[in-house]
């Protein structure tokens, strides 16, 4: 019993320091995540989200800049799955944010993993681990004319 139990902690002790959880920074299409979400209902198409680098819209208000950082369990998942529901959490809670301002528009997104930011028009940027990944955000959040 003592033996078994000399094995497990070690085993545990083993894992504990070649797993990382959320350090590899990969990239994936952001517009490709954001229209998943509209079409599955999770993000409400009334609230448009633009990356940094696109052209906005004209803005009525400027609420300021928010961020997001959401993580989500990423064992038995491929990076891009757990990164792209990271990414839709994320995102949900901006738009939860200018729902309540009564705003329609997310945009100048950048990525923002760690405090180190990351500008794309087209990508985001995700901390992918075996046991967890990570999407990190900062958006203007505004109200169209």
Request: negative net charge; hydrophobic residues 40%; proline residues 1%.
């Amino acid at each position: 019993m003592q033996q078994l139990f000399k094995v497990l902690f070690l085993s545990f002790l083993f894992i504990g320091f070649n797993v990382k959880a959320a350090d590899d920074l990969m990239t994936f299409d952001f517009n490709s995540v954001v229209e998943r979400g509209y079409a599955e209902g999770i993000l409400d198409e009334n609230i448009h989200f633009i990356l940094k680098g696109n052209t906005n819209p004209a803005i009525d208000k400027n609420f300021g800049e928010f961020a997001t950082n959401k993580k989500t369990n990423g064992f038995g998942k491929s990076d891009k799955e757990s990164c792209d529901w990271a990414l839709l959490s994320a995102l949900k809670q901006l738009q939860a944010k200018a729902q309540s301002m009564e705003a329609d528009y997310v945009i100048n997104i950048i990525s923002n993993f760690k405090s180190k930011e990351y500008q794309d028009s087209e990508q985001y940027q995700c901390g992918a681990g075996f046991l967890m990944s990570g999407v990190a955000l900062k958006a203007d959040i505004v109200r169209s004319k």
